[in-house]
């Protein structure tokens, strides 16, 4: 038997060695093929977004009333008109400015701050020397050091007038740059997928309507209506925070402001507390916040949601539109409902950002960005 087949046996080796290279070359090439794409878009059943006009995106650049206030002043809107708070204190702030970072390289442009908390003025004074972060230093057109306070040191009102302002702008710019930053890469990637959509209104992959969902929900409008959101995902100036932050805080002294990181005046809608601070909850009372950047981005959530500050996003995207850079001067006139005093709300904060030259700080940057 095994003579009888050796003959065949040897003709197979001939042929053996040219078919293993014939099929390792088959195979070679079949994996060196694309696999066939798939189109999860249909099965997502998202609904079609509503086209928009091309617009290339901008880069942005960045009285009778005591100037030092010893504590807040609260403003009760009546119950037929919109109140001036933050609605959702309770968001989810992980991964960036929300529950999903934005596509593209709109994440890889944001700065990661160091986080600090300094139990006295004077240690945080001397935190500021030791890194070399002077306000003069800013003026003059250097970037300012990724640092974010976590809490105003509770002894801030024991130095003199000058001193605990400065401390006090050195402190927050960092602070609101970080989250104008965070909206800024939010707004580029709209930018980006309006002017796709304008193009070719089925051209949105699945991840970026999720993104876009998710950024129109933040900001309380629908995905439909982009030009609005436009509007909406923009930065506050620098300038105009930090003078609110100093009127409505007492430069950081009020006890709202010591204990509970309330800043810039907001007030609850409900009668919670998101964290825990020596007053009661009630409808009316201070919004206490976690940290310093909480709060801030609350304020900055609220000017760019509220319906009562309608009016400054409509000027805010108007100088986008001239191709101007945004003035904190001249928007904080928009804002006449911040306050009970009306404009004499307006023109106080403008006094202060004169007194202090805060506008020099709308074009700062951070280190890194």
Not at 181 to 206: C, G, H, I, N, T
Request: aromatic share 10%; with cysteine.
């Amino acid at each position: 038997m095994q003579c009888s087949i050796w003959p065949a046996v040897e003709r197979g080796r001939q042929y053996a060695f040219p078919a293993v290279w014939a099929a390792v070359f088959a195979t070679g090439v079949g994996l060196g093929e694309p696999l066939p794409s798939f189109d999860v878009a249909p099965y997502l059943s998202f609904a079609p977004i509503g086209s928009a006009h091309a617009r290339s995106p901008e880069q942005p650049a960045f009285l009778a009333m005591d100037p030092e206030p010893e504590s807040l002043t609260f403003v009760r809107q009546e119950a037929t008109q919109p109140d001036d708070t933050f609605h959702s204190p309770t968001r989810d702030h992980s991964m960036g400015h929300g529950r999903f970072a934005a596509p593209g390289n709109a994440v890889r442009r944001q700065v990661q701050l160091r986080a600090i908390s300094p139990r006295t003025a004077d240690e945080l004074a001397g935190f500021f020397r030791d890194v070399s972060y002077t306000l003069t230093d800013i003026r003059q057109g250097e970037a300012v050091p990724a640092i974010k306070l976590d809490r105003v040191p509770a002894d801030l009102g024991s130095k003199d007038g000058n001193e605990r302002k400065a401390l006090f702008i050195t402190a927050i710019l960092p602070v609101v740059l970080e989250v104008n930053q965070r909206v800024q890469a939010d707004r580029e990637q709209l930018l980006y997928l309006r002017d796709k959509l304008a193009f070719d209104p089925m051209s949105m992959s699945a991840i970026e309507r999720i993104w876009l969902d998710d950024l129109a929900d933040r900001y309380e409008t629908a995905t439909d209506q982009i030009d609005e959101l436009v509007r909406r995902v923009d930065i506050v100036p620098p300038s105009m925070a930090i003078a609110q932050g100093g009127v409505e805080s007492g430069w950081g002294t009020s006890f709202a402001a010591r204990t509970g990181n309330a800043l810039f005046g907001q007030i609850q809608s409900v009668g919670r507390h998101s964290v825990s601070v020596p007053w009661k909850p009630g409808n009316g009372m201070p919004q206490p916040f976690s940290s310093v950047g909480e709060s801030t981005e609350a304020y900055i959530t609220n000017l760019n949601t509220h319906p009562a500050y309608a009016p400054f996003r409509n000027a805010r995207a108007a100088a986008r539109e001239r191709g101007e850079s945004l003035e904190g001067y001249q928007l904080i006139g928009t804002l006449l409902r911040y306050s009970e005093r009306g404009g004499n709300y307006v023109q106080f904060v403008r006094q202060i950002m004169r007194e202090n030259e805060l506008s020099d700080f709308d074009g700062a940057r951070l280190s890194g960005f």
